[in-house]
């Protein structure tokens, strides 16, 4: 009954994600044209900088909501209201410090902003209004909305979503028609920022005090919380450098190409990151409902039912995963060319070899396992994925140009994710030899690697569709997309047992709904 229970929630989860990525990934091209064409290139630099400068900030809270959800899942499935009440508490006291290191690391840099937006033509005020409005929003996080962690490790992520995200919608709504109709439209947009945050809080808090009635805090207790449970500062710690890691791993890229080549191929970068960004939100949005249901399948199964689901979600993602990025490096030139230009279109080899790192990153479930099993204690990894990344990217760059600096990205996504993360969780979770885990992923990838030449061959061949316009495109992405599913499902129906499990489990959830 707890296995329906868990797939159900899994189900509702994934749904809610779904219907508002695609809203959002509409809203996303219309917002960006209008933000442009009314505000200007400049106004929108100075948006992301902002945004950018205190995600760096942010990098205080890395490890501990994560760490918390850990804690979270044993209590929660066993209905231990003290515990669950004693770890948000913590979590609170934690998040003040936090809040209070942002609030000081924020009035620090500020005091720079004269020298760091010297070259912009926007108003210096813009810069401040815009950043503190983003401070606003993440500041209320630390001291008001961290709660909501007990909903995202109960398998009621789609809460959390439906009352974050339907303000969202009707805030770029509003801020779309503000910035083409009114006077000082960013003005308009920064308040509208700020007023869609405090809305959020309070809708968020009403909906976790409906869903948890008896859940308080007592954040002054938090030093004897601490104390009482040592694990989770412990797990922070840890998760600090994974998160670190990653965030150096996004963040060198962009500034390695713009030191071998010129904004304009930073920006064609750009465009593609774009699209590739919007599919990895859409796997993301599917997988989404699974990852509390991880947490909570680690703490209730043996390894051996664990180990069979995370081959089932694996392939779920690998297939998924292949499928679209076969058709981001078949189709995107085209998309490129049909909505900004052929100017900005890519080279083949860069293009191939930053789809592979987008199948990496779109694809990686073993992070899952390893989070909801508390395995986070290999902190060298992350900071040998990005000094990996950042050497090999220079080294290859400067003998290769655009293709040795993807190849070098890569290169350590291979050696790192694929290799050592997949090593690990067999090594240290399930307490088996990894030779299995590289056998089956191998397999895996011939056998995606077979449909996605297949389906070249079919669509190249076959359809001989030309693409003149968004239309044409439409129909020709369709049909390959179709195409490419169909053979990756005949491929693993007959030769991959994982893939098997994973249409019965879904028969089986069909025929109870």
């Given at each position: ?19 508002f ?12 044209k ?17 945004q ?35 770890i ?10 936090v809040g ?48 909501m ?22 805030k ?14 960013y ?5 509208l ?5 405090i809305?959020?809080?309070?809708n ?19 030093r ?25 791993l ?55 039912t ?15 995963a292949?499928v ?13 060319t ?60 400067y ?33 088996k ?81």
């Amino acid at each position: 009954m707890a296995v329906v229970s868990r797939t159900a929630r899994v189900i509702q989860n994934a749904k809610i994600a779904l219907i508002f990525y695609c809203i959002n990934l509409i809203l996303q091209f219309f917002s960006r044209k209008i933000f442009l064409d009314y505000l200007g290139a400049e106004l929108l630099g100075l948006n992301t900088t902002a945004q950018n400068l205190l995600q760096f900030l942010n990098l205080a809270e890395s490890g501990i909501g994560a760490a918390v959800a850990f804690a979270l899942y044993k209590p929660l499935s066993q209905n231990n209201r003290q515990e669950i009440i004693d770890i948000v508490s913590l979590q609170g006291w934690f998040y003040r410090w936090v809040g209070l290191f942002v609030i000081a690391g924020s009035i620090v840099l500020m005091a720079f902003f004269p020298w760091i937006f010297d070259k912009t033509e926007v108003p210096l005020i813009y810069a401040y209004g815009t950043f503190i409005a983003f401070l606003f929003s993440a500041i209320l996080g630390y001291f008001v909305n961290y709660k909501m962690i007990v909903l995202s490790a109960d398998q009621k992520e789609y809460k959390i979503t439906i009352e974050t995200q339907r303000v969202k919608v009707i805030k770029v709504f509003i801020q779309m028609w503000a910035i083409w109709q009114l006077p000082d439209g960013y003005l308009w947009w920064m308040v509208l920022e700020v007023f869609a945050s405090i809305l959020t809080s309070i809708n968020l808090n009403r909906c976790i005090k409906n869903e948890y009635p008896w859940l308080t805090s007592r954040i002054n207790e938090g030093r004897s919380l601490n104390c009482q449970y040592p694990f989770i500062l412990n797990k922070t710690k840890q998760l600090f450098f994974h998160k670190l890691g990653g965030f150096v791993l996004n963040q060198t890229t962009p500034l390695v190409i713009y030191f071998f080549y010129s904004l304009t191929v930073v920006a064609i970068y750009g465009n593609y990151l774009f699209v590739m960004s919007a599919c990895l939100l859409f796997v993301d949005a599917l997988a989404r409902g699974f990852y509390a249901g991880v947490g909570n399948l680690v703490s209730k199964s043996d390894c051996s039912t664990i180990k069979k689901v995370f081959w089932e979600l694996y392939t779920f993602k690998l297939c998924v995963a292949g499928v679209i990025t076969h058709g981001i490096w078949y189709l995107s030139d085209s998309f490129i060319t049909l909505w900004i230009g052929k100017e900005y279109v890519m080279p083949p080899v860069p293009l191939l070899l930053l789809t592979m790192t987008c199948f990496i990153q779109m694809s990686r479930t073993c992070d899952v396992f390893l989070g909801a099993m508390g395995l986070y204690r290999d902190v060298w990894a992350p900071i040998i994925e990005s000094a990996l990344n950042l050497t090999l990217s220079i080294l290859l760059g400067y003998y290769w140009g655009l293709s040795g600096v993807f190849l070098g990205v890569l290169l350590s996504q291979i050696v790192v994710v694929v290799g050592w993360k997949g090593y690990f969780l067999y090594m240290s979770g399930f307490k088996k030899s990894a030779r299995e885990y590289f056998e089956s992923y191998l397999k895996k990838i011939v056998l995606l690697t077979i449909a996605s030449i297949l389906t070249t061959f079919f669509v190249d061949k076959v359809i001989l569709f030309n693409i003149t316009s968004f239309i044409d495109w439409v129909v020709v992405a369709f049909l390959t997309v179709v195409t490419n599913w169909i053979l990756t499902g005949v491929l693993f129906l007959l030769f991959d047992d994982s893939f098997k499990l994973l249409i019965l489990r879904v028969k089986q959830i069909l025929r109870k709904r």
